[in-house]
């Protein structure tokens, strides 16, 4: 009889391949568009709803006939136009012969709110493609849309969140101010000399430290610049090239939001006909379980003063 050298047990003996007893999940992060939305709760029923415009003032003259101005409604309109959902199953046989099919299981229902919460997400810093692309759509003189000003028009500078500052004021926006920007220009923003060199910028002092990322709450924020509070978002919109008064936009842009926020200064405007909500059915032709979540919602700019984009490139 042989000994059992490894060459005698490798091939019926060994576990090619050993499992902890822990799945690994993929990181997530911090979202935060939801609090930046004025939700309804005055749309309990129908698919759309008007607000009443406002009656305009005009100057009159003597002995000139009065001008009777009728009640704009088409001011603003919404809509309940997104149902979303997020599905997946279990088969009978995965059940019976996985090690790993409770743990599977539990994760079903949070991975799906995931899904619709990330799509959600999304969904609110698309609201700043609804402005006018290729123009600086102006308020009060003001632009509210425009290319960033640093490294030949492709990166954020100080002077961007200047100009995002004014345009706000310039609209009578108050509230607090809120900047979103894409993590590649947080990259830039952790660069710059002004942040960087506190020394010949005292009251930038204490901004950059670690970088912006709060790893104890897990929101991307920054601190302060020019009255905005800084936050990072993989989540910001894209739309494409374009060319505002003259300036061309990088070819792969991402739309850094700057927003007035509180109350009804707010710009963006959410209702929700549906929250998330799962099923769970059993399937006995195909033996398995099915689990579904489901959701309706509508989102819109509802203050367009109180929005500023400014395009840059979205990589380092």
Do not use: C
Request: no cysteine; charged share 20%; glycine share 6%.
């Amino acid at each position: 009889m042989s000994g059992m050298d490894y060459s005698a047990v490798s091939a019926n003996l060994v576990r090619a391949e050993l499992w902890s007893s822990e799945l690994k999940d993929i990181l997530l992060d911090k979202l935060q568009g939801q609090q930046y939305v004025r939700w309804m709760d005055s749309f309990p029923d129908g698919t759309q709803f008007t607000s009443i415009g406002e009656i305009p003032m005009r100057e009159a003259a003597e002995l000139a006939p009065v001008v009777y101005d009728s009640l704009d409604t088409g001011e603003f309109n919404f809509e309940i136009d997104r149902y979303v959902e997020s599905a997946t199953y279990i088969t009978d046989k995965a059940k019976q012969d996985s090690y790993y099919a409770d743990q599977l299981i539990a994760s079903f229902v949070p991975k799906m709110r995931r899904a619709i919460e990330e799509n959600l997400e999304t969904s609110i810093w698309g609201i700043s493609s609804s402005q006018t692309k290729a123009d600086l759509n102006t308020i009060n003189g003001a632009p509210h849309r425009f290319v960033a000003s640093g490294d030949t028009n492709t990166t954020l500078a100080l002077a961007d969140f200047a100009k995002a500052k004014y345009s706000l004021d310039k609209a009578n926006a108050g509230g607090a101010r809120i900047a979103i920007i894409d993590p590649s220009q947080e990259y830039v923003l952790n660069t710059l000399s002004n942040l960087v060199n506190v020394s010949n910028n005292p009251r930038f002092e204490g901004i950059v430290n670690t970088g912006f990322v709060n790893e104890v709450t897990g929101l991307a924020f920054m601190k302060n610049i020019y009255g905005f509070d800084v936050y990072v978002s993989n989540y910001l919109p894209s739309d494409g090239a374009e060319t505002i008064n003259s300036v061309a936009a990088p070819s792969n842009p991402v739309s850094n939001i700057f927003m007035s926020v509180g109350g009804d200064v707010t710009p963006f405007m959410g209702a929700w006909r549906q929250m998330p909500r799962v099923e769970y059915e059993r399937n006995k032709d195909l033996r398995r379980d099915e689990y579904v979540m489901n959701a309706r919602f509508g989102l819109k700019l509802y203050r367009p003063e109180s929005l500023v984009t400014v395009i840059s490139k979205s990589t380092v």
